[in-house]
Nanobody, 114 residues
């Protein structure tokens, strides 16, 4: 069974905004810390941000002040609001538990043009 499904990616101009959504299964959503990861071509997958069940958030320095992670516990959804996007944000974005215990989804492509 599919555990996560990402959506909302697309093409956006530098400086623009985009909001990603992740629909998670109940088993995944029960895990305390959920996270967004991204992988650019030729690069390793990297953690972007994570959020706990209680709403505590943590961000990597390269997105601080620009990205906002949130969750809706009633809908089993995790979101990533991305503002002030830069070309270097271009990547496939994935959601998972912080410990990467869920099966990886297909991700959603975010392309930021300059």
């Amino acid at each position: 069974q599919v555990q996560v499904r990402e959506s909302g990616g697309g093409l956006v101009q530098a400086g623009g905004s985009l909001t990603l959504s992740c629909a998670a299964s109940a088993s995944v959503f029960r895990i305390n810390a959920l996270a967004w990861y991204r992988q650019a071509p030729g690069k390793q997958r990297e953690l972007v941000a994570h959020i706990t069940r209680g709403g505590t958030t943590n961000y990597r320095d390269f997105v601080k002040g620009r990205f906002t992670i949130s969750r809706d516990n009633d809908k089993n959804m995790v979101y990533l609001q991305m503002d002030s996007l830069k070309p270097e944000d271009t990547a496939v974005y994935y959601c998972n538990t912080l410990g990467q215990t869920a099966s990886w989804g297909q991700g959603t492509q975010v392309t930021v043009s300059s």
